[in-house]
């Protein structure tokens, strides 16, 4: 099996406005897609018409390297915006109606509840559940089946940071047991620890694909140098550093690349009476070149 889901152009128009525009990407075998834009970028609408939800404007979906729709939807288990759970019922008793509506393996669903973390809630109903394991149960209703692909759609909005972790935790486990994950989201950081590729989406369009290394690559250690006199700290460093690793943002002195020695730097510095007052490291990088993409992919 070479590719899970492949669109070709999809586009799925509601009034004139194409809120999901010529999406063509491919999703393959093990990997964890992590689905990225802001609220109204087109995520949920892209994730329904891939599902059968809603029919597309134009364009094609495959799934499974072409497999038949009806023998692939089977193959496929997913979760859009929250579970549909009977909240009068337990968690138990919430599987075993989904796997008889399904038709599904019933031995095989007696493990989910242990797959999520649920396995100790007895007789408790779904009406007193947290958020979280309301959206484990969801994981588990979409496992129902034994799917090789999972579709869910933000599955972690609205998680405290506890709920975070399990969540990770638990979409990480099933990655490691096989499963293709396509997970949506608005914040990068929640998919950070987790995707493995990455498509950013903005307007309804795909900005663009990049694996987690390449990403890792693009963001390597921005060193972030406060002076007193940005241009000029800018001339010492190209003398040390590559001068496409050097640059300026707002009066800051940026620096793209791992710095081996700081010293040898501020002291370059110092000796041209430059005053550095201060020197970090930029961390949050990755989310910066995401905003910036989504910003220029939406105008
Ligand atoms: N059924 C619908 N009819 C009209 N507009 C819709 C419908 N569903 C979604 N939209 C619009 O499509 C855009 C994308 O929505 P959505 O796919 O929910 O984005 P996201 O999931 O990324 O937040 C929004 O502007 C939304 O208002
Ligand atoms: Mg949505």
């Given amino acids: 099996m070479d590719y899970v889901l492949q669109t070709d152009h999809l586009t799925k128009r509601y009034r004139k406005t194409n809120v999901v525009d010529q999406v063509s990407l491919t999703v393959r075998a093990g990997e964890i897609y992590g689905f990225v834009g802001k609220n109204g970028a087109g995520k949920t609408t892209f994730i329904r018409t891939i599902l059968g939800l809603t029919p597309p ?118 990655h490691r047991a096989g499963k293709t994950i396509f997970i949506s989201s608005h914040i990068l950081g929640e998919l950070e620890k987790m995707a493995t590729r990455y498509g950013i989406i903005a307007g309804g369009h795909l900005v663009e694909e990049i694996t987690a290394e390449q990403l890792r690559q693009i963001c390597v250690a921005r060193t972030v140098i406060r002076t007193n006199d940005p241009q000029r700290a800018a001339k010492v460093a190209v003398r040390l550093l590559p001068a496409d690793a050097v640059s300026i943002e707002n009066d800051l002195l940026i620096v793209s690349q791992p710095i081996e020695n700081i010293g040898a730097l501020t002291n370059a510095m110092f000796a041209e009476n430059i005053i550095v007052s201060g020197i970090s490291s930029d961390d949050n990088s990755a989310e910066q070149y995401f905003i910036r993409r989504m910003e220029e992919g939406s105008v």
Avoid: C, W
């Fill in 57 to 174: 404007t134009e364009g094609t979906f495959r799934f499974f390297d072409g497999q038949e729709l009806s023998a692939a939807r089977k193959r496929t288990g997913s979760l859009v915006e929250g579970p549909s759970l009977y909240k009068n019922m337990t968690a138990q008793e919430n599987i075993e109606l989904y796997t008889r509506m399904l038709r599904a393996d019933r031995k095989h669903s007696q493990e989910l509840l242990k797959t999520v973390g649920l396995a100790d809630t007895g007789k408790k109903r779904v009406s007193n559940f947290s958020l979280g394991m309301k959206q484990r149960l969801g994981i588990a209703m979409a496992l129902v089946g034994n799917p090789d692909f999972l579709v869910l759609d933000e599955p972690i909005n609205g998680l405290d940071p506890k709920g975070i972790v399990e969540m990770r935790e638990l979409l990480l486990n099933l």
